[in-house]
């Protein structure tokens, strides 16, 4: 049958170029990290993504009170240029695209990348890749600020003004939607404050351009989104995105240039969605999501990193990682995914699924804006977050939300992936911490020392200059061999530290049976104990993740508990001065880095210290089983991990363990 005219041919007349494929890793320390690269790159990745672990997001030698127990767990531990040649060593600069996921710390890390690609005589002209740089959502999710919003933004608007001009190829902002979504939010929820968080980006920014470079800025804004296993309605919420970025640029921005007001954006899908329960299940979550991102040619991610299968364990071996890679190569390779037009051009469903996002997410839009914008909405849009995180938690409580093999299928078979002695994971060596601190130590006495205080005075000037760029004052404190805590501390003592809000005060509280007969069992210990029950919901170390801390807080007021929850970053002493001024009856940790071995017992230690070490602690996180049993036998009452879905039967646990105690000083006492 000959084709109509006008009928658009099924196929392209020539296939698609895949997207660019990376995998994001790093841990230990700069020279294990780039043996892991350049593996991974022969293995053909085709970019890179660079993990850093917590103290270099926020701001933090190795050497640092805060940064005990998290050197080199979730990511590379990089505490100047020496640290950052020898993770790029043999990496050539002139062609690699690298995303590095860092926000509070970016401008400083990409003053070390700009200064490490001179050595290997790379022109910053050159280099292309992108900086993640978005700190409002830092505030609202994932917690790795050092600054307080305004002078953040300030940061964020200064990184982009500079690449702008002298590293025109880079992306200096990644609009993150992802962590949004792993905080709990909603597509609605997801697509209205990312967009909100652009706005507020571009508006400071446009006071540090002249007006006809902000159709360059707009060009150069790029998106990181997050994929959920409802792959349809994802892939519709991209639509949506670029059809809103689309009229943000046109209309708020006046920007002409069609090219410029594309909607850029990669992608990593979702890790809230990973299971510790039957993990190998994650595999074909991962390939489901990741049709979410490939499948419309018109709304396809240009870059893809995809998680490994065990992440809700730990970290990922090599192999691991190297599964997920293999998983986007015969996507690309393998299928007729990059043969056609846009298959769902055209679609009722896909638009009608479009539009209602659409309608929801600009009504959503317009109440961050008459609250302010985004940096004024912090407050209103993490309160959101927890409360759509609750309800979700709900749902899997209930049932009415399956997730195969946590609450629905539990029965399993033994899993050959998980026996190894390690569990199925990569295990950081304990010996790292030690080597950092020894190898920033001896990177302070081989420097020049006057270099560095000049440059660091010269960046403290700059930084109570509101109108000047602070990127030439980093790229000089970089080059003369200052540390990642060194030019955090020089920025802390101009613009003041920060504690984002929880988000738990404002969360709705939602009646129901099961919360009924837990709030009598909390009256009954509550009247044996002469006052309420008072729990301490605390994060020590550096982790910013806090979702799980959140519900659990949420859920403990729901069921009559006084709460005390202070947020993130907390030392093991101020947990334990708190829960001695509080006179708290139990404690509860949560940490999600792999920190757990070395900062709970010093927490332990300081709670003894503090005179209150007969309170019960109990440890929440990615723990694995057998560092819950050494956890157990350094004093800790319970072990919850991220299986342990039911908040309800923790919470009568968290009673029950209060319960006995007090019997058990009652019958000391008679």
């Known amino acids: 049958m000959q084709r109509m005219a006008d009928t658009p041919a099924p196929r392209l007349p020539e296939r698609d170029r895949p997207w ?34 917590l103290p270099t997001q926020t701001g933090y030698d190795p ?22 040649r020898t993770l ?100 609605v929820q997801e697509i209205a404050y990312a967009m909100s968080n652009a706005i ?66 990669g992608v990593q899908v979702n890790s809230l969605g990973l299971t510790e329960a039957q993990p190998e299940n994650n595999a074909y979550r991962i390939a489901l999501e990741a049709l979410a991102v490939t499948l419309g040619r018109n709304a396809r991610a240009r870059a893809i990193q995809l998680p490994a299968w065990n992440e809700a364990l730990g970290l990922p071996r090599p192999w691991d990682q190297q599964w997920s890679l293999r998983l986007q190569q015969v996507l690309a ?36 804006q008459e609250l302010g914008g985004a940096v004024e909405a912090v407050d209103y849009m993490k309160a959101a977050l927890v409360e759509s995180h609750r309800e979700r938690i709900n749902r899997i409580e209930s049932g009415e939300l399956v997730v195969v093999g946590v609450n629905r299928y539990t029965e399993t078979a033994p899993s050959p992936l998980t026996a190894d002695g390690e569990g199925g994971i990569l295990v950081v060596d304990s010996a790292v911490e030690a080597e950092r601190q020894a190898a920033v130590e ?36 970089a080059r003369a061999g200052a540390t990642t805590g060194e030019w955090s501390q020089a920025l802390r003592a101009e613009f003041g530290s920060y504690r984002a809000p929880t988000g738990v005060g404002d969360a709705a509280s939602v009646p129901s049976d099961d919360l009924a007969e837990l709030r009598d069992e909390v009256e009954v210990v509550s009247e044996a104990l002469g006052r ?53 009856h139990v404690v ?43 956890l157990r036998e350094a004093g800790v009452a319970a072990v919850y991990t991220p299986k342990d879905f039911d908040l309800n039967r923790i919470m009568h646990e968290i009673v029950e363990l209060v319960a006995e105690r007090q019997r058990s000083q009652a019958g000391v006492r008679a």
Request: with cysteine; glycine share 10%.
């Open 63 to 84: 050497d640092d009170e805060l940064a005990r127990g998290e050197v080199g767990k979730v990511g590379v531990s990089i505490a100047g240029l020496g640290d950052m």
């Open 20 to 53: 660019m494929m990376r995998t994001y890793a790093g841990h230990s320390d700069a020279r294990r990290s780039n043996e892991l690269y350049r593996g991974n790159l022969a293995k053909g990745q085709t970019g890179l993504s660079v993990a850093f672990d």
């Open 200 to 265: 507020a980006v571009l508006d400071a920014v446009s006071a540090r351009v002249e007006a006809d470079r902000m159709g360059a800025v707009f060009g150069r804004i790029s998106f990181f989104v997050n994929a959920g296993v409802r792959f349809i309605e994802e892939h519709a919420k991209l639509r949506a995105m670029a059809v809103l970025w689309d009229e943000i640029g046109l209309e708020r921005y006046g920007v002409q240039d069609e090219r410029h007001r594309r909607f850029r954006y």
């Open 88 to 187: 790029l060593d043999g990496i050539p600069l002139d062609q690699m695209n690298t995303s590095m996921t860092i926000n509070a710390t970016a401008p400083w890390l990409l003053a070390l990348y700009i200064v490490a690609a001179e050595e290997q005589g790379v022109a910053k002209e050159k280099l292309q890749g992108t900086t993640q740089n978005d700190i409002l959502k830092e505030y609202l999710s994932r917690g790795t600020y050092a600054f307080p919003p305004g002078p953040s933004m300030r940061l964020v608007a200064d990184t982009i003004a500079y690449t702008v001009e002298h590293v025109p190829k880079w992306n200096p902002i990644n609009i993150c939607s992802y962590h949004l979504q792993e905080a709990g939010a909603t597509p």
């Open 442 to 477: 001896e990177w302070r006495a081989t420097r020049d020392q006057d270099a560095v205080d000049a440059a660091l005075a010269d960046l403290a000037r700059a930084a109570r200059q509101d109108s000047e760029n602070i990127m030439p004052a980093t790229i000089t404190a």
């Open 588 to 630: 509860g940790l949560s940490i999600l880095s792999g920190s757990h071995a070395e900062l709970i017992p010093s927490v332990i230690g300081a709670l003894d210290e503090a005179g209150v070490g007969e309170v019960p602690v109990i440890v929440g996180g990615i723990i694995p089983d057998a560092d819950a049993a050494r």
């Open 333 to 368: 390779y393998e299928t007729d995914l990059l043969d056609y037009p846009d298959i769902f051009e055209g679609s009722k469903v896909m638009e009608g699924l479009v539009d209602e996002l659409l309608e929801g997410a600009r009504e959503e839009m317009k109440r961050v």
């Open 532 to 584: 309420r029950l008072k729990i301490l919901v605390g994060k020590p170390g550096l982790d910013g993740h806090s979702n799980g801390a959140e519900q659990i807080a949420v859920r403990a007021r729901d069921v009559g508990m006084d709460v005390v929850y202070q947020g993130i970053r907390l030392t093991p002493k101020e947990i334990a001065t708190s829960a001695a001024q509080e006179g708290v």
